[in-house]
C-alpha cells in the first residue's frame, strides 16, 4: 500500500510539473482581439498560434482530419508504383513516425466507417477520433507540421491579405461577425466568422460543413475530410 500511495505521488508530482511547464492559453478579451490574432499568424503561415486561437472542439477536428488524411497519404503512397506520391507524402510519414502515429496505436481507434456520401460534417466529426492518437501536448505541433506538408499540394496557396471585422454580434457566449480581406487585386472577399466564448476568454470556432463558398477570413484553409475509400493514385 506504501508503495502504491508513493508512486501515486510520483505521477501526480509529474503531472503537476508538466502541466507547470505548459504556458497558460492566452484568453482573448473580444472577438476582435483573436481575430486579429489568428489573422496575424494566418500571414505567416504560424499554425501554432492557429491552434490557440481556435475552440477546443476545432481543435480536434482539425488534429483528427489531418491524422485521417495523413493515413490517407500513407495508403496511396503504398498503392503508387511510380514513387512519386511516396515522395509527397515523406513529410506526412516523418510527422507520424515523430508523433508516435503507429500502424497498431491506429488500428486501435476503430473509427466510424462512412460511406460516400457522407457530409464534410459527418467526416469530420468522424474524423475527430483520430486527434487521440495524439498527445494533447503535442498537438500544436503535430497540426503546424502536417499543415507544412498540405501546402505541397495547394497549389493556390496565397498569402492572405490585409482583413478587418465587422458587424460583430455578441449573444451570450457566442459571436459572429464577417470578415472583410482586401485582395491584391483591389477587390474585397467576405465571409462569416463564428466565435464562442470559452473560459473567460473569445476563440474562433472553426466550421464542420466543409469550405465556406465565399472564402476569405483569418485562416488557411482546414484541410479537407478525405473521401472514405481513397483509391490508389493513377501512374
Keep these: 500500500m506504501k508503495f502504491r500511495l508513493l508512486a501515486a505521488g510520483a505521477l501526480l508530482a509529474a ?20 481575430f486579429a490574432a489568428a489573422h496575424k499568424a494566418a500571414q505567416k503561415d504560424d499554425w501554432k498560434t492557429i491552434y490557440a486561437c481556435i475552440t477546443p472542439e476545432s481543435r480536434e477536428a482539425i488534429t483528427g482530419q489531418l491524422v485521417s488524411a495523413g493515413v490517407l497519404f500513407k495508403t496511396f503512397a503504398a498503392s503508387d508504383k511510380s514513387g512519386k506520391f511516396a515522395e509527397l507524402s515523406k513529410p506526412f510519414e516523418a510527422a507520424f513516425k515523430k508523433y508516435g502515429l503507429t500502424k497498431d496505436a491506429l488500428d486501435k481507434l476503430k473509427p466510424e466507417k462512412l460511406g460516400p456520401d457522407a457530409t464534410p460534417r459527418e467526416q469530420a466529426l468522424a474524423a475527430r477520433k483520430y486527434a487521440t492518437a495524439v498527445e494533447a501536448n503535442d498537438r500544436p505541433a503535430f497540426v ?15 498569402k492572405v491579405g490585409d482583413a478587418t471585422l465587422k458587424d460583430v454580434k455578441i449573444t451570450g457566449n457566442t459571436a459572429t461577425a464577417t470578415s472583410v480581406e482586401k485582395k491584391d487585386d483591389g477587390t474585397e472577399k467576405t465571409e462569416p466568422v463564428a466565435f464562442k466564448k470559452v473560459g473567460g476568454g473569445w476563440l474562433i470556432e472553426m466550421p464542420l460543413d466543409g469550405p465556406r463558398k465565399k472564402g476569405g477570413g483569418p485562416k488557411r484553409p482546414a484541410p479537407p475530410a478525405p473521401p472514405a475509400s481513397p483509391a490508389p493514385p493513377r501512374e
Design 15 to 34: 503531472s503537476l510539473a508538466n502541466a507547470l511547464a505548459q504556458p497558460a492559453p492566452k484568453a482573448y478579451a473580444t472577438p476582435q482581439a483573436v
Design 144 to 158: 503546424a507540421d502536417m499543415m507544412k506538408g498540405m501546402a505541397k499540394f495547394d497549389k493556390k496557396h496565397k
